[in-house]
């Protein structure tokens, strides 16, 4: 069992995995856009059988992108609670009934109808291939080229002075510090427990408890964090960073054909998707 | 000696200001640093050897007195590109230094700052990874490198921007001794090749390398020389709260008992060379 301290080893969603596929060497900004489009189109159909598809094409691509099923599905286990309480939720308040719906049952404002069970089980899938989609892509693209991809989407917004590249320089240092502050993290939780605290003991309900608990470990990792904040703001500025200023960009992308067949085939998924009854 | 120096500090004071008080911190500083020089800067902690530092490539502006490089004003704030792509600077934690997600991008960081021109980073960036030895690690995140090369890469990107001196502010201090060898080892290379070097260091035998070793205490400069000479003056140095470096540490108690061995030691290499001549090569000596 992975200790409750090693933060770092038990995300699987967010880490790229260099195996070296076909997939892998897609241009970042067509597999972006896919991703968008696949997304839109598994928010917007609501039956079995086209969940039912996209659930299988979302497992089918795991080996594609060479990597076990087992462990991008072990990828849903954080986001299980979640799925269970919207579950709940949605199971006995959406309540909806349409024209010749059936209801099942009614008492005060719970009311389980032949629609919200169909909800709760569609949103579920829904919810399940979102996380295997966002794994794959992320699996199979480096933060780099995530950030660089994204740029280069959002540049036209550059013509209405949005300030893209320092949105970009942005997201690229918070994803280069993520790993840093797990392993501060982890220090300052090994630190605390090694002088008696106690982290995640409490039983789960008791959730102000259990969030107090984390304060004396929260104040210390914001201080870490400015002073970090401060040595990388001179750093930068020392290798000539000036907010602002022009510069150029080290990653240029140029698209070939076999991305354009990815933006063809995510295309024709979606539309299937949506079309299937 | 060159006529126009490197770098030029005349008449430095800096003082920092918190809470409406002022804290001295420089206190009249002269000093030039030539082409290809390697000066070593020591002093105990306070006397201002990272403000110092932090002056030659314009991150700190003097209050009084100025900083020239190669005749550039670090005041004028439209040279400050330029003298910063001059004078690069390592700094001490290797983690707050490595900006981007993998270690090309982090490398062409400077780069993509001076707008240099996509096709010739590419080169730029293997030049300067092969440089400080990293080109294996050219794709690699920096949290999988170990401090010593995540400092390499740091040095890394600075060469990229190809300039004239190196500035290491106390670069080596939160290494092992394993990541320190190899900090020191690219430095000593890149010297050789002509790069001046600057750095800011509490370790004496890093010092003791050094062309010219300044002394700072309480802002102002106590001693100026090459390595022998600073290193003789024992008994400052040690009202100075400053170490002599181990070499020149063994060979005074050698000395003392052996009063035919040398004791203005202070290099590895200059003991064991000694010890051979003292022994005639009958003492087997490892150079390790």
């Not at chain 2, 920092?16 to 902690?45: K, Q, S, W």
């Not at chain 2, 005041?75 to 600077?89: A, N, S, T, W, Y």
């Amino acid at each position: 069992m992975a200790s409750a301290f090693e933060l770092t080893r038990n995300m699987t969603i967010g880490q790229y995995i260099p195996t070296d596929s076909a997939v892998h060497r897609f241009d970042p900004r067509f597999k972006l856009v896919a991703f968008g489009v696949l997304v839109l189109a598994i928010a917007f159909c609501n039956t079995y059988v086209g969940n039912l598809f996209a659930l299988a094409f979302c497992l089918a691509l795991f080996p594609l992108i060479r990597i076990p099923v087992g462990y991008g599905v072990s990828g849903i286990k954080p986001a299980v609670p979640f799925i269970i309480i919207i579950a709940l939720l949605q199971f006995f308040f959406s309540g909806s009934i349409a024209p010749g719906g059936t209801l099942h049952f009614e008492y005060g404002v719970i009311r389980i109808t032949g629609d919200s069970i169909r909800l709760v089980i569609v949103s579920a899938m829904r919810f399940v291939e979102v996380i295997f989609l966002s794994s794959v892509l992320t699996f199979s693209t480096s933060t780099t080229d995530l950030t660089r991809g994204m740029e280069c989407l959002l540049s036209p917004l550059e013509k209405v002075k949005f300030p893209v590249h320092a949105f970009a320089l942005v997201l690229t240092i918070a994803i280069r510090f993520v790993p840093t502050f797990a392993m501060e993290m982890e220090k300052l939780m090994k630190a605390q427990a090694s002088r008696g605290a106690e982290f995640g003991s409490g039983e789960w309900w008791r959730i102000i408890r259990r969030t107090k608990d984390m304060f004396p470990l929260i104040i210390p990792l914001f201080n870490l964090a400015l002073t970090r904040a401060e040595d990388l703001i001179l750093a930068m500025e020392s290798r000539g960073y000036v907010p602002g200023e022009e510069r150029s960009v080290y990653t240029r992308y140029r698209s070939k054909g076999a991305d354009w067949g990815l933006l063809g085939i995510s295309l024709a998924l979606a539309a299937v998707i949506l079309w299937l009854p | 000696m060159s006529a126009s120096p490197l770098i030029e500090v005349k008449d430095l004071y800096f003082s920092y200001r918190t809470h409406g008080e002022t804290f001295p911190v420089l206190r009249g500083i002269t000093l030039r640093v030539n082409r290809g020089e390697h000066v070593a800067v020591i002093g105990h902690n306070g006397s201002g050897k990272s403000t110092l530092a932090k002056h030659l490539n314009g991150l700190l502006l003097p209050d009084e007195g100025a900083v020239w490089v190669q005749g550039l004003d670090t005041r004028e704030k439209k040279h400050l590109r330029e003298i910063r792509r001059r004078v690069g600077m390592v700094f001490q934690h290797p983690d707050n230094q490595l900006v981007a997600t993998i270690v090309e991008e982090d490398v062409a960081f400077g780069l993509e700052n001076l707008s240099v021109p996509p096709e010739e980073m590419a080169d730029r960036v293997t030049d300067a990874l092969r440089a400080v030895g990293m080109e294996d690690f050219r794709k690699r995140p920096p949290h999988h490198l170990s401090g010593g090369q995540k400092q390499r890469v740091a040095i890394g990107g600075i060469l990229a921007m190809r300039p004239d001196c190196l500035v290491l502010d106390e670069a080596t201090s939160m290494l092992d001794s394993f990541g320190r060898k190899e900090i020191l080892q690219v430095v000593r290379r890149l010297h050789g090749e002509g790069i001046a070097v600057v750095s800011v260091t509490h370790h004496m035998s890093e010092a003791a390398e050094a062309d010219r070793v300044i002394v700072l205490e309480k802002g102002r400069i106590a001693l100026e020389g090459t390595p022998r000479e600073v290193f003789r003056e024992r008994e400052q140095l040690s009202r100075l709260r400053l170490d002599v470096p181990e070499a020149g540490r063994i060979a005074s108690r050698v000395h003392a008992g052996h009063p035919g061995f040398p004791d203005d030691l202070y290099r590895r290499e200059e003991l064991v060379e000694a010890v051979e001549r003292f022994t005639c090569g009958k003492v087997e000596v490892n150079h390790g």
